[in-house]
């Protein structure tokens, strides 16, 4: 459980860094120091967590299936905004709730933070719990402002960014997928069986009826827009 969580942290913070890549400098910076600070008030918290209270977290089954559900719904939100502002970088109309959205961050990129965090404290016993805390802020700044510039550099056009992050969000909804069957434990006797599969029918299905959505609209929006044109 625990390598498909930090597999989804890692891409979180990807998914993170290509978004911002998306912002200017003044923006990337206001971000990263936004995060960072984000991080640093949250020491506390972090402090009074403990890795057996991580591992209790992780076997507890129904925590799970819930942050399961929180993650896919936030990368079909993200799925559907790339989408539309993958539209709006070849010249196509883009809704401006939409390009407000844009600079919504996600918040399981908090979680990723907290749980690095963490392990930062246990890897250090020799100094502070303040000064680790601020020497894990002003890494998360350096990193975070030199990965969107190189983001930038590597990927110069704003729709490859963006398609990037397009997959990336289906690697968070396999992920989420992944959790939620390793939730459930299959006894050895058939006849013992209760494995239920109405948390995987209920991600599958919301992701399939918000699919669907979204394709019927475009549809229903192309329809409206050429009888208006003719």
Request: glycine letters at 0%.
């Given at each position: 459980m625990e390598l498909v969580l930090q597999f989804l942290f890692v891409l979180s913070l990807i998914s993170a860094a290509f978004q911002w890549s998306q912002h200017g400098k003044a923006g990337r910076l206001i971000s990263t120091?936004?995060?960072?600070?984000?991080?640093?008030?949250?020491y506390p918290w972090t402090l009074e967590q403990s890795?057996?209270?991580?591992?209790?977290?992780m076997a507890d089954y129904e925590i799970m299936q819930q942050l399961a559900v929180v993650l896919v719904i936030e990368a079909l939100i993200f799925i559907g905004l790339d989408f539309a502002l993958l539209k709006g970088s070849f010249g196509l109309p883009v809704a401006k709730y939409l390009k407000a959205?844009?600079?919504?961050p996600g918040i399981f990129w908090l979680v990723a933070l907290l749980y690095l965090q963490m392990n930062w404290f246990y890897s250090f016993t020799g100094l502070e719990y303040e000064t680790l805390a601020i020497l894990f802020s002003i890494i998360i700044i350096l990193v975070f402002s030199l990965l969107p510039f190189c983001l930038r550099a590597l990927l110069p056009e704003p729709y490859l960014r963006f398609e990037v992050r397009y997959i990336l969000n289906f690697g968070q909804i396999i992920g989420a997928i992944v959790i939620t069957v390793l939730c459930h434990e299959i006894p050895y006797q058939s006849k013992y069986n209760s494995f239920e599969l109405n948390t995987l029918l209920i991600l599958l299905g919301t992701f399939i009826t918000l699919f669907l959505l979204g394709f019927i609209g475009s549809r229903i929006a192309k329809h409206v827009k050429l009888k208006w044109k003719f």
């Open positions: 120091l936004i995060m960072a600070l984000i991080v640093y008030l949250f890795r057996e209270q991580f591992e209790i977290w959205l844009a600079l919504y």
